[in-house]
């Protein structure tokens, strides 16, 4: 996993254009364990995968009773 979100491109990854910006892998880890990202029986399904991506992109949000 942590392959994966080194390589993945912005805006959903943590790539950077230069090699001196590039994120930690430490850094990598912590950012991913705040995910929270669940898994079954060892694996990631890519809904899960892309859902996390997303709340951590763009924030958490509350859908209200009307819709």
């Known amino acids: 996993m942590v392959d994966f979100f080194a390589d993945l491109q912005a805006p959903m990854g943590m790539k950077v254009i230069n090699e001196e910006d ?5 850094e990598l880890k912590k950012v991913m364990l705040k995910m929270g990202i669940r898994t079954e029986d ?24 009307r819709m």
Request: with cysteine.
């Open 42 to 65: 060892g694996w990631i399904y890519f809904n899960e995968l892309l859902y996390r991506c997303m709340r951590r992109k763009f924030g958490n949000f509350k859908l209200n009773k």
């Open 22 to 26: 590039r994120i930690s892998d430490a």
